[in-house]
């Protein structure tokens, strides 16, 4: 549902149904997909909210580590905030996890 409402452009209403998500859930961490998306979200509502969504990116990859999407967003993020070397190790970090 979080991803339908992200597709639709409605970023508030996906960002609620992945905190709900991970509210019914308990842990980023445990949760990856609802913590990519919800990492995805707040990146494309408000760029200030980078260490926000860089911390959650992180929990998710503590638990699995081999985690594509997780990786590839966190690349994007730092390339956005022009840091192309740790940009480079995220992508590279993802294209090896598939």
């Known amino acids: ?5 992200r597709y639709a452009n409605d970023l508030a209403g996906a960002e609620a149904v992945y905190r ?7 842990s980023v961490s445990g949760n990856a997909v609802a913590g990519v998306g919800l990492a995805a979200v707040i990146l494309e509502q408000s760029p200030t909210r980078e260490d926000q969504a860089k911390r959650i ?6 638990k699995q580590p081999d985690n594509t999407r997780a990786w590839a967003t966190l690349g ?3 390339g956005r905030a022009g840091r192309k070397e740790d940009a480079q190790r995220c992508f590279a970090r993802a294209a090896n996890s598939q």
């Not at 709900?20 to 308990?26: H, Q, T």
């Not at 990116?57 to 503590?62: D, G, I, K, T």
């Open 1 to 5: 549902m979080g991803a339908t409402l």
């Open 20 to 26: 709900e998500s991970l509210e019914l859930d308990s």
């Open 57 to 62: 990116l992180e929990a998710v990859l503590r």
């Open 76 to 78: 994007g993020l730092h």
